[in-house]
């Protein structure tokens, strides 16, 4: 107990904020974290069931933990001080175990680092990362489960995120969640813990499950794919998308851990005992070091709370509705409401890109000309969570598209010598072509590069004076004959209509 208040404890007062973020990230509605929660208490049955290895040893303070506890203390206070939870989050991993080497020493830890670095599948990914990772799994099980699901006779067509059965009413929608990347994080946890803490404590062995694991999860994933594809095509959409889902997961979920025991018995044998290795008993030395620990539990509670405090100060926004309150019409150009159907599935997506963007101020919008030819419309605002605004060629590529063209281009519409971001990107569906044109900005100051917006607000993050701000991004369909050049002049317009609008709402 006394090691806990003077080491453990003003760790969990530094990092309090860090680990609100870890649980709403397990918490969050693709449930790619989920598992997570299992973690902390198999970590503690490990090292609860191995007490009699390790309690008789020697305990003494090391000040080589600090080797670990100093890395991971001034990635905490970047992230704090940048307001960018997930690299305080990430320190966790080095922060653990390096507490746990400072407090314990090298001696009573001996053969327990394995259950210590359990931390580290505790910690979520930066949402930018795994956005990148999930689409990547994504287009892999989509395409190659509609390819395996056709290699059977279930006849489907791809359209962006949708598979269609010929002849079939209704289309399955693909969500993000459907990534496997659930799965794949799941199963690196569950071999880690099959490779360290049980069978053979062999190098071959736990490299093999630890790169097998992975692998398993994405080729199971393509199957659960195309099993739904051919559940669409005997039994319907509708069975496909409710219990027919809820079987396919169930199945490939035992079929994963099945596989990866079977594996590992079979390449590897079931003896060879644990694989956290048991050292002989050491008689247990009278007195505790606490004297010895005491300046250096000075220094933690004295970062602990200044740490604490630079996390929690955080500018809040001073509204959540200024991306609706941007017109219906602008430049000439008409809000057009969305259907029944089309409302439906945005709202069904909703959470989800309320959780990537980071923020609920955005809307979706098209609007049309006197011509009906139609732009596409994203404005998201901003406070202190900048940092989760990201490129727009991510999300374009997240839309089935191949990004064709992306750079900065002349936008006089926003001013004499003023540019915008500009990408061109083809549909992998259809083959149209379509012209975006963005712009990052605040109420006095705008730029179309990424970076440009990057370091105009980290400096103000630093000492909290960073402004509230957005993200306009205008997308034309370059018409059947026409030359892009004119869609990116028709996106232009419309956005340098709309930014002085946008700058008035940020003020």
């Known amino acids: 107990m006394t090691i806990a208040c003077m080491v453990f404890l003003p760790l969990l007062v530094a990092y309090w904020t860090a680990l609100q973020w870890c649980v709403d990230r397990w918490n969050a509605p693709t449930e790619y974290f989920a598992h997570c929660w299992l973690v902390p208490p198999v970590a503690a049955w490990l090292l609860w069931s191995r007490r009699a290895e390790w309690s008789p040893r020697l305990r003494a303070v090391d000040p080589r933990g600090w080797l670990l506890l100093g890395p991971a203390l001034l990635l905490h206070l970047a992230g704090a001080a940048l307001m960018v939870d997930s690299w305080s989050a990430a320190s966790l991993a080095l922060a653990v175990p390096g507490a746990a080497w400072l407090a314990l020493g090298r001696e009573r830890l001996r053969g327990l680092w394995p259950a210590l670095w359990l931390v580290a599948f505790c910690v979520p990914l930066p949402m930018y990362v795994e956005g990148r990772l999930a689409y990547t799994l994504k287009e892999v099980a989509v ?34 969640a459907c990534s496997g990347l659930r799965s794949l994080l799941a199963m690196m946890t569950l071999a880690y813990c099959l490779a360290f803490f049980l069978g053979a404590p062999r190098l071959v062995r736990r490299a093999t499950l630890l790169l097998v694991a992975p692998l398993m999860a994405v080729a199971a994933n393509v199957a659960r794919i195309a099993v739904l594809c051919l559940f669409a095509r005997w039994h319907g959409v509708s069975f496909a998308e409710g219990a027919g889902h809820t079987l396919a997961n169930t199945v490939e979920w035992a079929t994963l851990v099945l596989a990866l025991l079977g594996l590992d018995a079979l390449a590897f044998g079931r003896g060879g005992g644990t694989g956290v290795a048991a050292a002989a008993p050491v008689a247990r030395v009278a007195g505790a070091p606490t004297r010895r620990l005491a300046p250096h539990a000075l220094a933690l509670w004295l970062l602990a709370a200044p740490l604490l405090l630079l996390s929690l100060h955080r500018p809040l926004g001073r509204s959540a509705d200024r991306a609706e309150r941007l017109p219906a019409e602008v430049a000439g150009y008409r809000l057009v409401a969305r259907t029944p159907e089309q409302e439906a599935q945005f709202q069904k ?7 990537l963007l980071g923020t609920p101020d955005f809307v979706w919008r098209r609007y049309d000309d006197a011509e009906g030819k139609p732009l596409w419309v994203v404005a998201l605002f901003h406070d202190a969570n900048w940092k989760s605004v990201h490129p727009p060629r991510i999300c374009i590529e997240g839309s ?17 010598e003023r540019s915008a971001g500009r990408i061109l990107a083809r549909s992998r569906g259809d083959g149209w072509r379509y012209v975006t044109m963005s712009l990052y900005g605040t109420a006095d100051w705008s730029s179309g590069d990424y970076w440009d917006f990057t370091l105009h607000h980290l400096p103000r993050a630093l000492v909290r004076a960073n402004m509230s701000g957005f993200l306009l991004r205008v997308e034309a369909a370059v018409q059947a004959g026409e030359d892009p050049s004119v869609a990116e002049a028709r996106a232009r317009r419309f956005l340098g209509a709309i930014t002085p609008l946008a700058q008035e709402l940020a003020r």
Request: net charge negative.
């Open 349 to 355: 997506n909703l959470p989800r890109w309320r959780e």
């Open 400 to 416: 089935n598209m191949d990004i064709l063209q992306d750079d900065l281009a002349p936008c006089p519409e926003l001013g004499p």
């Open 143 to 176: 395409a190659g489960g509609s390819w395996l699901a056709n290699v059977f006779g279930a006849d489907v067509v791809r359209a962006g995120d949708m598979l269609q059965p010929r002849g079939v009413d209704g289309a399955l929608y693909v969500a993000d």
